[in-house]
């Protein structure tokens, strides 16, 4: 038997894909059993042999004790074999990285990782090395290494490639998809998305291609695609149905709340959509891991919240982001985007609330994750609501300008010119309140030329004419 490092629990190694969580692996895992609940659709899976039964789980618990007699084995036969002169296969540091995994131990198992890696090199042992290229890639988006875990990613790819396997190409589309999603890449992360349903039409391989187009939802989201939306959950929903897949169901719901929440069509009928939803997650949580359900959960708690606050009950609001952000750090191995995502409505609903200290606490927080992220964009947008706050009060101008100022260095290095230029407006007005005209001048100047580089006619004459009245009179 062997253990998924990433969500703790054991896997049949016939599996292609790990029922418990939503991580990329593609190593030999194993022990499951039973069917009626499915895997995970939305994000990256493991692949193995050919086998797409879907199947349900049992929730194995190994604690630490369990786990330390596990890797003591297998360093006695690693001795064993070091002592005789016997080759050293590279499935044991497999087992071996997937147990420290496990304890969270990053660092010994990429090692081992990376010691199997090297044994199945040798070999050359190409599906295996494919495997431990991916897995390290894992371990290097679990520690916030993106650049390495697309490297490895890609690796992989290369040699699934040569080996010829349309099946587990299919998998690491997916997987390169969602890193550059995570990275907030959509160019990047849709052509992946896209290929792997491409080549899953091509094979003719069903279950693959829906799961890809499940996964692409998400960027067609941001994307604003919303009719595209609608066609691909609707053929997901049919093809769930007829699968008697409850847990792709569920998925399907959560993002018909969102959609529904998204498009401002009718926040009631998003409400129904997320409510069904965690009803369907209640009726199938006895055969579930907490991780599982967080994983299902986290989501439709966040939209609640959303959807309560647009209809002004902020208490509810308040309990349902605060639900979401419990159940994120139930899965989620550190901190991530997601929880940055939930700091900041929590920020914004505490704005609502009038509760400044809080605001500012939450949105800091919220802007610290996104920084770690590489999410510049929205750490200069925190920047401006916080400034926000503290311009409404005369003697705390000078910190909302500074929170400003910040906002356009980062807009202006990422040469986002015409919020450059708002904020620079925007910062010549708080200048000219403190009676600081010459300063002020500057900064209209500065707005002025970027909107005569974007040809905004109407601001631009609105800039000259600021900057001509303030102008001492000769």
């Known amino acids: 038997m062997k253990i998924c490092p990433y969500c703790q629990e054991s896997i049949e190694d016939t599996h292609p894909y790990c029922p418990f969580c939503n991580k990329p692996l593609i190593s030999n895992l194993r022990d499951v059993s039973n069917k009626s609940i499915a895997q995970n659709h939305d994000t990256s899976e493991l692949f193995t042999d050919e ?26 036969i690693l001795e064993s074999k070091e002592v005789i002169g016997d080759p050293i296969p590279g499935s044991l540091f497999l087992e071996k990285s997937s147990l420290f995994y496990k304890k969270r131990d990053l660092s010994n198992a990429l090692k081992n990782l990376e010691l199997a890696l090297k044994n199945f090199e040798a070999e050359n042992d190409f599906p295996n090395i494919a495997i431990c ?18 490297y490895h990613f890609n690796r992989s ?12 190409i299919i998998k690491l589309l997916n997987n390169l998809g969602n890193i550059y999603h995570l990275i907030k890449d959509l160019e990047n992360s849709y052509q992946f998305y896209q290929e792997a349903i491409d080549l899953s039409k091509q094979e003719k391989l069903e279950y693959e291609e829906v799961k890809s187009s499940s996964n692409l939802v998400e960027i067609l989201y941001q994307l604003r695609d ?8 609707k053929r997901n929903l049919e093809f769930f149905k007829e699968q008697e897949d409850i847990y792709g169901i569920i998925t ?6 969102k959609l529904y929440y998204l498009t401002n069509e009718d926040h009631d009928i998003s409400f129904k959509h997320l409510d069904d939803a965690l009803n369907l997650i209640s009726s199938i949580k006895d055969k579930i891991t907490i991780y599982t359900q967080s994983k299902l959960e986290w989501e439709c708690f966040l939209y609640l919240g959303k959807i309560y606050q647009s209809w002004e009950k902020l208490l509810d609001a308040e309990i349902y982001f605060t639900r979401s952000l419990e159940a994120v750090r139930i899965f989620e191995i550190r901190e991530s985007l ?5 700091l900041e409505n929590l920020a914004k609903l505490y704005s609502l609330k009038e509760d400044r200290g809080k605001a500012v606490e939450y949105y800091q927080l919220s802007s610290d994750i996104y920084d770690k992220f590489g999410d510049k964009n929205a750490v200069a947008e925190i920047k401006c609501k916080i400034s926000t706050h503290y311009s409404k009060t005369e003697g705390e101008r000078v910190i909302a300008t500074k929170y400003l100022e910040e906002a356009l260095n980062i807009y202006e290095e990422l040469q986002f010119t015409k919020k450059a230029a708002d904020i620079l407006d925007k910062l010549g007005d708080m200048y000219l309140h403190r009676k600081m005209a010459e300063r002020a001048i500057t900064f209209f100047k500065r707005a002025q030329d970027y909107y005569i580089e974007l040809r905004d006619e109407y601001n631009s ?11 001492p009179v000769n």
Do not use: P, V
Not at 64 to 76: L, T, V
Not at 157 to 168: C, V
Not at 226 to 233: A, D, G, N, V, Y
Not at 252 to 257: H, L, P, R, S, V
């Open 252 to 257: 399907i719901e959560i993002k018909y709340g």
């Open 133 to 150: 290229h991916n897995e390290i890639g894992l371990i290097q988006e679990d520690m916030g290494y993106y650049d390495q875990s697309i």
């Open 461 to 471: 004459n609105l800039l000259e004419e600021k900057i001509n009245s303030l102008k």
């Open 51 to 76: 086998d797409e039964e879907i199947e349900t789980y049992e929730h194995t618990i190994i604690n630490d004790s369990e786990i330390e007699r596990q890797i003591k084995k297998i360093n006695e």
């Open 338 to 342: 997601s929880e940055g995502i939930i």
């Open 226 to 233: 919303f009719e595209r939306i609608k066609r691909i959950l």
């Open 157 to 168: 790819l290369e040699f699934l490639k040569e080996i010829g396997d349309s099946h587990k």
